[in-house]
Nanobody, 119 residues
Framework: QVQVAESGGGLVQPGGSLNLSCTAS????????MGWYRRGSGKQRDWVAL???????NHADSVKGRFTISRDNAKNTVYLQMNSLKPEDTDVYYC?????????????WGPGTQVPVSS
């Protein structure tokens, strides 16, 4: 069994910064991609950023230049540094990890952390 859990959310003013973190725990053999999504307004979550196990990153156009994803493989942790936050970044942010647990690959999601951007 594996779990991922986010931390670091909270109220921030427009133009401010916030650093989210997410740690995977449990019976982990290895972790492939890790990433961040946000709830968005549609039926599916909006992709924000992804990072591969060897550090290759990709960011959505809406956050490129403002958000940066990184990870610490030794700690099974992924981070999202968010700068120049805008009110439209207000959302629930979810962590994702593709985890090998025993013989099985699992797409694990955190419960989400709220990020309200408001003055």
């Amino acid at each position: 069994q594996v779990q991922v859990a986010e931390s670091g959310g909270g109220l921030v003013q427009p133009g401010g910064s916030l650093n989210l973190s997410c740690t995977a725990s449990g019976s982990i053999v290895r972790i492939n991609n890790m990433g961040w999504y946000r709830r968005g307004s549609g039926k599916q979550r909006d992709w924000v950023a992804l990072i591969s196990s060897d550090g290759l990153t990709n960011h959505a156009d809406s956050v490129k230049g403002r958000f940066t994803i990184s990870r610490d493989n030794a700690k099974n942790t992924v981070y999202l540094q968010m700068n120049s936050l805008k009110p439209e970044d207000t959302d629930v942010y979810y962590c994702y990890a593709n985890i090998l647990s025993g013989p099985t690959w699992i797409n694990a999601w955190g419960p989400g952390t709220q990020v309200p951007v408001s003055s």
